[in-house]
């Protein structure tokens, strides 16, 4: 499965002697009169780096939900030999798990994925400074969840696999009928092309970053969906693309929801199978998300949407800084040298 997310605006938050607030994802801080004591230069320090402080923070708990929701339901289902749960339970179980990550990370936007976070930068002109900070947030964020998880389930997981230091991987030269690698990371079904399981990734990715767009948009039919009910409305969207799309790949749609744990799985003793698993997959869900989001932003934005945020409505759709140069070059009057 994967995540996602409220990637434009931010509530305000009113605390002590300063108000924090995000106008159309730019985080500013203004003052309110008080009469109080002045604060120390220790507290300004901290009020001033606060509100970046929060976003990471954000990103990290709100990606960390995520991820504990997500492996839960799946190792759930795995381990009671799908006597305390199916597939549609996973499926819900992720859906459950954005939806509450969401709620957790408004204070950053609730990216959740760092796809989602290069698009809003591509497209939605959020600040491409964020990117490190945000990307990085997520990553720890899935790794501490999984790795929750597994200190969670490390005796079923023994039980499962037949013994302390037996752990497997699935579609791999050590699979068994009880491996158990999937908890934490996605793998291929084993009759997938590399061009079919990179498509069914680029796929769910775009639909979920096409659907978040239409979800924010103000003049869209889901603009009341994109305020108080939009954490909901994102349950369904994901639990849809699990329940339609999940199958072949697992639904990752995400690098940090796939890669973290996958990085986990490898320090507990999985072993490097879980990079050469499906012949070699591991990179897939690393990079068709941000393919597949960029072309659904894309596409929403060239459409229908209409705001004057996007790059897309510009000249040229956000592309002037190649277009006009050729344009101008093939336009140029041609001279001719001295004999």
């Not at 990734?201 to 096409?210: D, K, P, R, V, Y």
């Not at 969906?225 to 329940?243: D, E, K, S, T, Y």
Request: overall charge neutral; hydrophobic content about 40%.
């Amino acid at each position: 499965m994967a995540t996602l997310s409220n990637t434009t605006t931010s509530p305000s938050l009113d605390q002590d002697t300063t108000t924090l607030t995000s106008d159309k994802n730019h985080i500013t801080t203004t003052s309110s009169p008080s009469t109080a004591p002045p604060p120390s230069p220790s507290t300004l320090q901290w009020l001033k780096s606060r509100p970046y402080i929060r976003a990471a923070i954000s990103e990290f708990l709100g990606t960390m939900i995520l991820i504990l929701f997500g492996d839960g339901v799946v190792a759930q289902v795995l381990l009671s030999h799908g006597e305390k749960g199916s597939y549609q339970s996973i499926s819900w179980g992720w859906a459950l798990g954005v939806m509450l990550g969401i709620y957790t990370s408004t204070p950053s936007g609730s990216h959740l994925n760092p796809a989602i976070t290069f698009t809003t930068c591509l497209l939605r002109h959020f600040p491409w400074s964020n990117l490190p900070l945000y990307a990085l947030s997520q990553l720890l964020g899935a790794m501490t969840g999984s790795a929750i998880i597994y200190l969670n389930y490390k005796s079923a997981i023994t039980l499962y696999e037949g013994g302390p230091h037996l752990r497997t991987v699935p579609n791999s030269s050590s699979t068994t009928t009880t491996a158990t690698a999937g908890i934490f990371a996605t793998y291929p079904a084993p009759f997938l092309t590399k061009a079919s399981q990179f498509f069914s990734e680029f796929l769910a990715s775009a639909i979920l970053m096409f659907l978040i767009f239409a979800l924010k948009d103000e003049k869209n039919l889901g603009a009341e969906a994109g305020r108080n009910l939009f954490p909901l409305a994102m349950f369904f969207v994901v639990f849809g693309i699990g329940a339609c799309f999940g199958w072949e790949t697992g639904y990752a749609i995400n690098l940090a929801r796939d890669f973290g744990p996958r990085l986990v799985s490898f320090w507990i003793g999985y072993g490097g199978e879980v990079w050469r698993a499906g012949d070699g997959y591991f990179w897939v869900p690393m990079v068709a998300p941000f393919f597949g989001c960029t072309f659904g932003g894309w596409l929403y934005d060239a459409f229908i949407y209409t705001g004057d945020d996007s790059v897309v409505n510009t000249p040229y759709m956000g592309l002037g800084w190649l277009v006009k140069p050729l344009w101008q070059k093939r336009g140029a009057p041609q001279t001719r040298s001295p004999a």
